[in-house]
């Protein structure tokens, strides 16, 4: 598997034990670093496809770092693993793009599947803090749900299973347009905006209402 990999945590057991573990599959880390100022270089010097990213480092912190890529048009797949729960932290990286956001007590757990998504455009999240943000929220069921027609609830729970147009046109035997066209009603009644993960988050974040 020839995806390229740069990995950037100050923990250095940390660093070495996602090292270990993505050689171990086959993926190919072309860069690690322990501070965020080097992580930002190697990213710029290389361009990989993923950037694995410690939120708190020395210098440049991952959503720095993050801010930096999508203001520079740098294509670099952002995937941030933290200790820290804050939803402040979590609400920042979502404005980023970012197409992960792990905890680092299930970081090897959950690591390849998350570079899986991201290779594919969907975005992952920890299921631990999903379950937090969740209960910290208690949030009810959005309203902006209701404005939805049935069809469109439907799309929206199998967007939130993190499938894919084609995958819902076969599931629902319909033209792949035709998804097209509901994402993108969905979309205006959400009032999202057209960044591609936007949606995905979206779902993901409320499956449970769908």
Not at 4 to 27: E, Q, W, Y
Not at 82 to 105: H, N, R, S
């Amino acid at each position: 598997m020839n995806i390229s990999i740069v990995i950037a945590d100050d923990h250095p057991l940390m660093l070495r034990g996602l090292t270990d573990f993505l050689t171990s599959k086959n993926f190919n880390i072309i860069g690690s670093a322990q501070d965020g100022n080097t992580a930002y270089s190697l990213i710029v010097k290389y361009k990989p496809d993923i950037a694995i990213l410690d939120i708190r480092m020395p210098h440049k912190t991952g959503l720095e770092i993050a801010e930096a890529c999508k203001k520079n048009n740098l294509k670099t797949k952002i995937i941030l693993i933290t200790f820290d729960k804050e939803e402040e932290l979590f609400d920042q990286a979502m404005e980023l793009d970012i197409y992960g956001y792990i905890l680092k007590e299930f970081a090897v757990e959950e690591i390849e599947i998350c570079i899986n998504n991201a290779l594919q455009n969907k975005p992952y999240f920890s299921k631990e803090l999903s379950a937090h943000l969740k209960t910290n929220n208690m949030s009810n069921k959005p309203d902006c749900l209701d404005l939805l027609t049935k069809s469109e609830l439907k799309i929206l729970k199998l967007i939130s299973e993190n499938k894919t147009s084609q995958d819902i046109a076969d599931e629902l035997c319909i033209s792949i347009k035709t998804v097209h066209k509901h994402r993108s009603h969905i979309v205006a009644k959400l009032k999202l905006d057209n960044k591609p993960t936007s949606l995905s988050i979206w779902a993901s974040l409320n499956k449970d209402f769908l």
